[in-house]
């Protein structure tokens, strides 16, 4: 079992479709976010988290966006995971909130 989850920024974009990538709810889903806010929110959460920007979503391998490499913890599965990170960036920044 991998020790890290890993966030790419178009599992929480309201811009990409659930069939491109997408892992959470269009109802949650953000606009654009950066790795950093990213990061930031996986902190607040309590998880420790670091940017790789070198890397890119396979399923957009013709854009490097990043990614961020989350510390995994026992109990939380990378769906609720990604669920919380996105209600927390959405609270750190209400205007990222799909409209």
């Known amino acids: 079992m991998a020790d890290y989850f890993y966030v790419y920024p178009s599992y929480l974009s309201s811009e990409t479709s659930r069939s491109l ?18 990061v930031h929110a996986a902190r607040v959460l309590g998880f420790q988290a670091e940017t790789e920007p070198e890397k890119h979503y396979p399923r957009e391998f013709h854009r490097y966006a ?32 799909k409209k």
């Open 21 to 38: 990538g997408r892992r959470v709810p269009d109802a949650i889903a953000l606009g654009p976010v950066t790795l950093e806010e990213i």
């Open 66 to 97: 990043g990614r961020v490499k989350v510390q995994k913890r026992s109990g939380t599965t990378k769906a609720a995971f990604l669920r919380r990170l996105a209600e927390e960036l959405s609270k750190s920044h209400p205007g990222k909130r």
